[in-house]
């Protein structure tokens, strides 16, 4: 059996959270292993063509960042309390980042949710999961939860 010693698991803050948070945080307690969970706030630097000042933008992401840092601080103490986890707020381009953080921090697994955003977030933003399963080179467990 693989053993997996250190963890991304991606989180968006929706209704989809407790799952993906769950299934990481059983994987690392059976597993012993070390999980980061990390939130990426879209840099919304694309935008900036469309009529809105750089500084609504500038804005905009911060304010964001901010709440997902008040947000990771309740995920890690709900969901990852008694294991090795530490949690992290990027910005930018999630799919890319978390890639980039998973082998950066050499995990050998990530969890993801496949369907954390729907309607304009989703046209927007696409399928963060299905990009990352396309451009990891490390194993990527998807969750679809089941959100009523």
């Known amino acids: ?81 008694g294991l090795d986890a530490d949690g992290g707020v990027l910005t930018g381009y999630p799919a890319e980042l978390i890639v980039k953080t998973a082998y950066d921090e050499q995990c050998d697994l990530i969890v993801i949710g496949t369907h954390g955003r729907r309607g304009v977030g989703r046209i927007l933003f696409g399928s963060v999961a299905e990009k990352v399963v396309k451009e990891s080179s490390i194993p990527v467990l998807t969750i679809k939860p089941l959100v009523h």
């Open 1 to 81: 059996m693989r053993q997996y010693r250190r963890i991304l698991c991606a989180v968006d803050f929706s209704e989809a959270t407790p799952t993906v948070a769950e299934h990481a945080a059983m994987i690392a307690e059976v597993m012993d292993a070390q999980v980061l969970v990390v939130y990426v706030a879209p840099s919304l630097s694309r935008y900036r063509d469309f009529q809105v000042s750089a500084s609504s933008v500038t804005e905009f992401v911060q304010s964001i960042v901010s709440g997902a840092e008040r947000s990771m601080e309740q995920v890690l103490d709900k969901y990852f309390a």
